[in-house]
Structure formats: structure tokens, C-alpha cells
């Protein structure tokens, strides 16, 4: 059967997270970079908030995204990321720190492109 649009919706990357959220709350969601996180969906309010916390990983970590319409035409994202080092973390901290940043920033310039295409 050939994709139409009863039975067939691309997906970008945050209709992924939302469709993730929906199916399989609760449940391990993304798997990010060579950091090697996994995340968990944690809070959902679709087309508002999306507040993920890693499940495993290097270094404890939460993200939230958030949205906000502009105007008609445009919608205003805020990427938030926060975490506490604990044991070894903490003296890797600030490598992992600009590791996360180095991730974070590449990530939203190849979202920004796909979303612009």
C-alpha cells in the first residue's frame, strides 16, 4: 500500500518525541550522541512542553523543551539542560559540560536545517 495521508505522517523531530511520549510513556526514548545518553520521557503537554531525564548515561541529566507561538508564522523553542554530578561526574564535570553544550548546539543547527527545508 503506497503512503497517503490516511495512512502515512512523516515524522520530524519533535512529532518522534511526541509520537515516543504518547506510545510508550514511561519508557526510554532517545538515544543521544556519542555521550551515550538515554532518556525517558517524563512530562508531555503536546505542542507545549517536553521534559525528558536520562534513564542512563555518564552524568544524571534533564532537558526541557519548551514552545511558545510568536505570531502566526513563528514558534519560539527553549532548550533547557540541567544536571548534578555525583561520584567520578563531578571531576569530569566540566568536560562533559562542553561536551553536552558541543552536542546541544550541532543538534539545533541540523534540527533548524531540517525544519527549514
Known sequence: MPPVAANHVPLTPVSFLEHAALTWPGKIAVHHGRLA?????????????????????????????????????????????RGEPSGFGRIAAPALAAAVRRNTTKDLARLKELLER
Open 37 to 81: 545518553y538515554t532518556y525517558e520521557v517524563v512530562d508531555f503537554a503536546p505542542g507545549e512542553r517536553l521534559v525528558m531525564r536520562t534513564a542512563q548515561g555518564p552524568f544524571p541529566m534533564e532537558t526541557t523543551y519548551e514552545w511558545h507561538a510568536v505570531d502566526g508564522a513563528r514558534t519560539l523553542m527553549r532548550l533547557r539542560n
